[in-house]
């Protein structure tokens, strides 16, 4: 079946420093990738996709790579704030009216 | 409207009566998703409507638990005789059905059983 594991966390970071957040995924054919975050209090809002093998999803800093051949998307950012301390989901979708599959999330906390 | 708006924002309920939780998805949005949220918790999935299709209600934890979207667009989703371990954020999301579109989320129903 369709799977996605990621980093469960709590992953703890100085301002500044240097994010990965690891997405592996497992899944027939080719699906659309997400990353979604979840700020404190908050409802979940899209991050960033990527619709194809190779294709980048960036937004706000961050950065996905859609890698095929280690079916991983994982998420990157190069310089941390503090606002960006939240929960973030990696998600597929497989193919015309199919449904989400998330990953467990990842807490993410930034010390100032 | 412009987002997916979910109603009550927060319920509170006696153990044992039922309640119902409203989600209305964005116009035009044939898919809409039903998840939970416990404290500190990932998503779990309950139901996924989509279109005409039959649901699939893999997800819900017992029979206490059903949902039914009318006309294709609003769905409720009833927990009857609640118990304390419902206790739990209700999110609500839709989107359109190609699969490399992304769904959107509501502010969720916290519900709180005591």
């Known amino acids: 079946g369709n799977s996605v594991t990621q980093m469960e966390g709590p992953v703890t970071l100085s301002e500044e420093a240097f994010l990965t957040i690891n997405c592996t995924y497992t899944a027939t054919g080719y699906p659309s990738l997400f990353w979604y975050v979840q700020y404190p209090g908050e409802g979940l809002q899209l991050l960033l996709k990527a619709t194809k093998a190779d294709d980048k999803g960036s937004n706000k800093g961050f950065e996905a790579t859609y890698r095929k051949e280690t079916t991983s998307f994982h998420l990157e950012k190069g310089s941390v704030q503090v606002s960006d301390s939240a929960v973030y989901f990696c998600?597929?979708?497989?193919?015309?009216?199919?449904?989400?599959?998330f990953g467990p999330g990842t807490r993410l906390s930034v010390l100032p | 409207g412009a987002g997916v708006s979910q109603s009550p924002s927060n319920k509170v309920t006696e153990k044992g009566k039922d309640v119902e939780l409203r989600c209305d998805p964005i116009s035009g949005h044939t898919a809409l998703y039903w998840y939970r949220q416990s404290l500190g918790q990932g998503l779990e999935f309950l139901i996924y409507?989509?279109?005409?299709?039959?649901?699939?209600k893999s997800g819900l934890p017992s029979d206490r638990f059903s949902a039914e979207r009318t006309g294709g667009s609003v769905s409720t989703l009833t927990i009857q005789r609640t118990q304390q371990e419902d206790s739990a954020v209700y999110l609500c999301?839709?989107?359109?059905?190609?699969?490399?579109?992304?769904?959107?989320f509501g502010q969720g129903t916290r519900l709180t059983v005591v």
């Open positions: 409507f989509q279109g005409n299709s039959a649901p699939d």
């Open positions: 999301a839709s989107s359109l059905a190609q699969g490399y579109t992304e769904a959107f």
């Open positions: 998600a597929l979708r497989r193919n015309y009216g199919q449904n989400f599959v």
